[in-house]
């Protein structure tokens, strides 16, 4: 036996971490390759109300806005259930996101960021959305997102779409990274974020997924309907809620472990 | 080999020849820094169409693929799923990153000289960065500046640059480029975003779309047709001209041009030739019995026009084209003149010109292979609905019939207070605006026949108010039998109308020769809020292409005379013609020998010839005519001799058949044979 190898089987860390890919090398390749593909369907229920936009995770259940009716739902994702719901007096939302134990809302007329309770109760200041200040089209309010200590909002502004990481404190822009579409949901993980885009109802929705570290293009694949309107990482999987279809789908990302 | 590399060899061998006065060359530097990951894509596909259009529109126009550097994403070509955005040579010398763009610019340094043109196209994402403006390259993370831009530029030589622009902010771009050589053109002011939106046929980058449609002459893939910029009617479209159709059609931010130099309207992308141009256009549709006269602006460039060689080939219902000089009206114009033509006529016809340099180009170019038509007939309205009394059509929800109160607006405009013409229109709620969480509601008009009818065109004015399809819907649909609908258009954004538009549909497709057509609006689907103030219409009408051929309105008044009137075969007669009173068409004369000959035979036989004759034009000519010594001829003959006037026909083809108002007249002749 080498120095070398005598050395290894002698720390404990790297033994199990030497055990871990051998595991991993061992998996059958039909285990692998029955990772599903980006993009499938794999759980789905109807979203509440005829209008819905937003998605969020609190931890334990998603949160959506109805806008026709003005009702934020909590709903169980084994099933679609609703857990609780509450109406506000805010305008249309074009984004929802959970973070710091209370609701962010991203509201389209007045391009404010609200803050609520779980019962619907006002915290705070309003926010005002981070756009930039053009002449000419006006952007609008897109996706929102909460990952990290931080808040991400989506502005659709054509080639200057982006996706903003806001400090949740003061509303200053952190950071930004141009999009490939219309950032109308936001998603983020510890290493992706995603955006979903609708293409003006031309084609089929897109999300996209990008490095969070340096923002550039990773991966992208079709929604199930052509009107994305919100997005949410539950901390092992990614949820899509679609206007069109009025439904809340669970998606692969096609990363998915298989376990 | 790459093309960089090719590139370079150019410039060892450009050093070692080291020719001082090289004629001038077309370069372009295009630079496509996103990149397309899938068709039809909202800010995403473009990123491979535009480049690639302008790439194969610069190979039309003295560019070739080794004057072209192309940056463009990774440097692989998108697979498209359409044959029109596919090419079989690989589009990108380099992928996009700061270093290849400079080695890019420096493979131009290496080849051009101050005597070239150099054009400079990019596309991708920008901001602001103080007063600079700062460009995102997608593929990398890594960003330029609009300085660093003009640093590496600046070892570029040229004689003329043209600068394309389209980024968000690309009015940055200007006081960095601009100079008196230079004309630079960007989508926006520096306080603007850029935006490609759905245009003809799939998402285009707003700005660069037109621009290039504009420089070729058409859309792409040949779906929507010819693109006529050439404002002057030079034959080509200069660079002024080029930013003004592309202006025109960019409608989310607000183009930017620098011009210092005052050269935009005389610089051209590729070297200017002689060219064929038409100031007043061409005819599409031309109406029977009528000539129509076209001017013809011959320019010419680096090259001259031989003397002589402009010229127009023209034929009717086939057969061969006839090939006449173009009547001079001084300068570079000229004239050709379609006759009066009848419904059933078919012409054709093209353009020729000889240059020093180029030999001789054609007008269209490929003629004639392809020519140019026009067609015969005009536009007739059939249905017409003012709204000055109701038309009663068939109501739902708020449809009324009634004056506009200029009520609602919650977001976009207000209802207008009047029709476009007189008080009334047919409206979705006169009062306001359309209510929350509608469903479908229609206005329907009763049947309408279209029996016979080609080319169904249906015209309406509106003023429409409606929130994006993502939340509020407006439909215009047509129908042959009231129950199964065809959406001839539906919103595909927000739409605030603040005056009265007129609209046109071709319903042809649909509506020719039906006994019953409907048209049908519809309001809704709508949202839980943000109302508007929906569908407001007026003048309402339905148009078909008819064509009849009106008989002539002079009253032609023919004399013909024979001198001499007899003598022995065999001799020559002199018969003389004349034509008054035409007004208004284009006509000929002819003369016409028939007789019969003592045995009984009918003898006739076309003769004399022929001219056109302009309405108001007054003819007099005579032919001498030979009277044959015919071996059967015995005795006394006498001979007919008729004038006539006639209308057009091919060349010396009898025979002339005269139509409308005609007038003939006849002299004898009495021939003995010998």
Redesign the interface.
Known sequence: MSNALSNLFHRPALLAALAVLLAVAALPAAALADTPPAGTVLQQFPAPG??PCGLAWDGEALWIA?????TLYRIDPADGRVISSFKTSE??LSGLAFGMGRLWCAEA?SKVVRQLDTEGNRLGAAMACPL?E????Q?ETGGLSFHDGHLWTGTV?????TMNQVDPADGKVKRSL?????PVALALNDTHIWNA???????LG?VYCYGLD????VS?FDTPGF?PVGLAWDGNGLWLAD?ETRTIYRVSTGQEVVK | MRKHIFIACLALAALIVSTPSAQADNYALIVSAGEATTDDAATNSCFWYNPLLIYQSLLTLDFDHDSIVCCYGSGSNFNSSYACYQVPWTMADYSVSRANIQAAINDLAAVMTSSDFLYVWWMGHGSPSGSDLSLYLETTGEYCYDYEIESWLSAVPYQTRVVSWMTCYSGGILDNLENGSSVVMSSATFYESTYDEWLCDTYHAEFHYPERCAVAWETPCGICGAVDADTDGSGRVSVAETFTYADANTVNSDPQISDIGNIASSTYLGTPLLSIGFPDGLPDLLPPGVPYDITVRITEGEESLVPGTAAWSYRDNGGFYQTEALTSLGGDLYQATLPALACTDTPEFYFTAEGTLSGVIHHPADAPTEVNTVGIGVFQVFFEETMDSNPGWTTEGQWAWGTPTGGGGQYGNPDPTSGHTGSNVYGYNLSGDYANNMSETHLTTGPIDCTGREQVTLSFWRWLGVETPYYDHAYLRVSTNGSSWTTIWENSGETTDSEWNEIVYDISAIADGQPTLYLRWTQGTTDGSWQYCGWNIDDVRLSAFECEDTPPTDTVEVAIGCTPNSGQLPFTTQMAVSLTNLTSENRRAAGRIDMVIANGTPYGNWRAGWTNLSAGEVFSTFWNQNLPGLATLVGTNVFTLTGADVTPAPYNQPPFAPSGDTDTDSCTVTATAP
């Open positions: 005829t209008d109805d806008n026709a009716s003005g305008g249309r007329a930039p053009v002449q000419g089209r952007p502004a054509g080639w200057s779409s141009f999009t490939k579409g219309y885009t609708h293409n003006d109802g031309r084609r897109l340096d923002g550039l293009f992208q009107w206007r």
